[in-house]
């Protein structure tokens, strides 16, 4: 595995964090949260970028703001709307489709080859994920918009983490500002649509630590594992995320230890390890 795509590897672990850092901010508007974790994320990003002299590095031409800006306040957006617009566990199921799209998306967009092997790996971390979060699954017919949205944010996603690669002239310093914009955008999607909420001491540090880490540095280190990584092996390993989080929350107490989750750890790292073998 390359430096790079072990680096892509640790935003996978720090998006594990997500869902409980998502459930101690619990109460705060998810817009606002983003707007204000995105906020943390940029400002220190930029802190680190000028303390490097590299400020100059931020100015780009319009595709890389649109290509940056578009993938990460796309996502969030899309998938804030399907969680509000349709039942969370089915909503979730398909919004992990990203990963099956990230490894069969990089043969044609990035001409890279797939194999029997990473095929293998994506049906197993896919069906230790639908285990996992698609247990009794359905599908309402009034939820279809909801529905939509997910597919949206999975597509979103997808796109953005394989053509990251064709955008490999970007550095990844330009993200401080891709950081920022996102949650301008946040904010102003906040004002016009939810009510505004003073989170507490516990809301503040949550939000702190998303900032740093889920929504700060995670995107860093993805760019860097999809610009200079293999992306077909990331793809596959990123099922291992909801299995993850699910244990996270456990151990914090705010779940309890299934024998679904047990067997999608194994599917997962049975997946993951199949195609970490795969050639070329």
């Not at 672990?13 to 850092?21: D, G, M, Q, S």
């Not at 100059?56 to 617009?85: D, I, K, M, S, T």
């Not at 197993?124 to 979060?133: D, E, F, I, P, R």
């Not at 909801?146 to 394989?162: D, I, N, P, R």
């Amino acid at each position: 595995m390359s430096s790079a795509t072990f680096a892509g590897c640790g935003a996978l672990i720090l998006w594990a964090f997500l869902a409980l850092l998502a459930r101690m901010a619990s109460g705060v508007p998810p817009l606002q949260l983003t707007a204000m974790a995105f906020a943390v994320g940029g400002l220190i990003a930029l802190a680190a970028v000028a303390a490097r002299g590299r400020l100059a590095l931020l100015r780009q031409g319009p595709l890389a703001w649109a290509h940056g800006v578009g993938g990460l306040f796309g996502y969030h957006a899309l998938y804030f709307a399907a969680l509000a617009l349709a039942p969370a566990v089915e909503a979730n199921l398909l919004n992990y489709l990203w990963p099956l799209l990230i490894v069969l998306l990089s043969a044609p967009i990035l001409g890279l080859p797939l194999g029997g092997r990473r095929i293998g790996g994506v049906a197993l971390g896919l069906a230790g994920c639908v285990l996992l979060v698609g247990a009794g699954a359905s599908f309402p017919p009034g939820a279809a918009p909801g529905f939509a949205a997910a597919v949206g944010c999975a597509l979103v996603w997808s796109v953005y983490s394989v053509t990251s690669k064709r955008m490999a002239a970007v550095p990844t310093e330009a993200l401080a500002g891709f950081c920022l914009a996102t949650a301008l955008l946040s904010a102003g999607a906040h004002a016009a649509f939810e009510t505004t909420v003073l989170p507490d001491a516990r809301q503040w540090l949550a939000v702190a630590l998303m900032g740093a880490g889920p929504l700060g540095a995670a995107f860093f280190l993805w760019d860097a594992g999809m610009k200079r990584g293999d992306p077909r092996l990331l793809g596959t390993l990123a099922y291992a995320t909801p299995v993850a989080s699910t244990l996270l929350l456990v151990v914090a107490g705010e779940g309890v230890l299934t024998w679904r989750a047990a067997v999608a750890a194994v599917l997962v790292a049975g997946g993951g390890l199949l195609a970490a073998t795969a050639r070329g």
